[in-house]
C-alpha cells in the first residue's frame, strides 16, 4: 500500500475514533463508520485504477519501442543482406564487397544500438529528478538500481564497441548480446519506473 493511501488510512481510523468517541447514539456511530468505509473505498479504488493506467501505458512504450527497434534492426539488416548479395563477381571484387558490407553492417549495428541507448539514457535523465524527490522508502532502492544502470550503460557501450571487431560470422553474436543487455537495461528502467509511480 502506497504511503499516502497509509496516510489516509490512518487519517480515517483517526477520525472514526475521534467520532466513536464524540458521538452517542450508535447509529449514527454506525452510519458515520460505514459512510467512512465507503469513501475510503472510492479513494482506495480510484488509487488502484490509476496504477493500473500507468502500468498499461508504460506497456504501451515499452512496446512501441521493441517494435521500433526491430523495424529499425530488419531495414539494417536488409540493407547489409543487399550489400553482401550484390558482392557477386571476380574474386577481388568479391572479397572488396564483402568488406564494404562488412563495415557497413557494423556500422548499421552500431548506429542501430547507439540509438536505443540514447533513447534509454533519455528515460534515465527523466528519471533522476524524481529519483531526487522519492520517498525515504523508495529511495534507496531505485538509488541502487540507477547504479545498476550505470554497469548496463558501460556493458552495452562495450557490445557496440565490439561491433568494430566482430567477423562476419561473429555479427550475429555480438547483435544478440547487444539486445540481450539493452533489454536488461529497459527492465531495470521500467521497474524504476513502477516503484516511483
Known sequence: MPIRQRIWAGLLVSSVVFGLTACSDEK??????????????EKLKKA?????????????QLDQMKADAEAQATKLKGEADEAIAKAQGD???????????????????????LTQLNQLNKQV???????AKASAKVKPLVQKQMKDIVKEQQQI??????FD?????GLGAAKVKLVQDLAKMKQTIASIKAKLG
Open 157 to 162: 557501450a562495450k557490445d557496440i564497441a565490439a
Open 28 to 41: 449514527e456511530q454506525a452510519a458515520k463508520i460505514a459512510e467512512i468505509k465507503r469513501e475510503a473505498d
Open 125 to 131: 535523465q527523466e528519471l533522476s529528478p524524481k529519483v
Open 165 to 169: 571487431k566482430a567477423a562476419l560470422d
Open 48 to 60: 488502484e485504477q490509476a496504477a493500473n493506467e500507468k502500468v498499461a501505458a508504460m506497456q504501451k
Open 91 to 113: 574474386a577481388e571484387a568479391q572479397a572488396k564487397a564483402a568488406e564494404d558490407a562488412l563495415k557497413k553492417a557494423r556500422a548499421a549495428y552500431k548506429a542501430e544500438g
